[in-house]
């Protein structure tokens, strides 16, 4: 069965910094395809970022990149020039060829200004 | 439009009431989800619709009944509940049965069992 692993339950970083919030998870399957998803406080779950598992060229969305190391089914976030509004709980996610979505535990992210 | 609307936004029900959420998406997404939240834990797969079929039930008790009338629309029938199912609930839609699909969320309605 596939299982997806967020080992830091928390993090904090301080605006304008660097954080890497980490996710790995475990699969038999080949192809298939990763997220990250953003739950701020009281609002809706967005998507961040996401990374399909035959590009070998990792994901970039503005500030948020990842580093998809399919080898080591690992798959980390990373947030530049973080801001107050990055404060949330973030979700790393994996799905194969179903419509289900198998998520992580959850990284709270706290940002001090 | 690229939201999901759930509504109510919060409801309170004693363990005898029947009740229904409602979510309704209008971005010809043709698969909608209920998922169960938890403080401070992952969304849990309750159901999911692709197509206006149930296609996936993950053992969710009796007592929670899914409908859905049309493709944009998704209710969730509540019926003799336990305080532990008080919770959030979310729906999501896709916009076909394609894992590479993002799911999009709505703001979820907060339930509380007396």
């Known amino acids: 069965a596939q299982t997806v692993t967020q080992s830091q339950p928390e993090m904090s970083v301080q605006e304008a910094e660097t954080v890497t919030l980490s996710c790995t998870y475990d699969?038999?399957?080949?192809?298939?395809?990763l997220f990250w998803y953003k739950q701020p406080p009281s609002r809706q779950m967005i998507l961040v970022i996401r990374?399909?598992?035959?590009?070998?060229q990792n994901a970039t969305e503005n500030r948020f990149s990842v580093n998809f190391q399919k080898a080591a089914k690992s798959f980390s976030l990373k947030i530049s020039d973080s801001q107050l509004g990055d404060a949330a709980m973030y979700f790393c996610?994996?799905?194969?060829?179903?419509?289900?979505?198998?998520f992580g535990t959850g990284t709270r992210l706290q940002v001090f200004p | 439009d690229t939201e999901v609307t759930q509504t109510p936004k919060h409801l309170v029900m004693g363990m005898t009431n029947k009740k229904s959420l409602k979510c309704e998406q209008h971005?010809?997404?043709?698969?909608m989800y209920w998922y169960k939240q938890k403080a401070k834990k992952p969304p849990e797969l309750m159901f999911v619709?692709?197509?206006?079929?149930?296609?996936i039930n993950e053992s969710v008790p009796s007592r929670f009944s899914p409908e859905c009338p049309n493709s944009s629309l998704l209710n969730l029938h509540l019926h003799a509940l336990q305080p532990e199912d008080s919770a959030l609930y979310l729906c999501?839609?896709?916009?076909?049965?394609?894992?590479?699909?993002?799911?999009?969320f709505g703001p979820g309605t907060r339930l509380t069992v007396l």
């Open positions: 619709y692709s197509y206006e079929k149930l296609s």
């Open positions: 999501a839609s896709s916009q076909g049965a394609s894992p590479s699909g993002e799911q999009f």
């Open positions: 996610a994996y799905s194969h060829n179903t419509d289900k979505l198998i």
């Open positions: 699969t038999s399957e080949s192809d298939y395809y």
């Open positions: 990374q399909e598992a035959y590009k070998q």
């Open positions: 971005m010809g997404h043709r698969a």
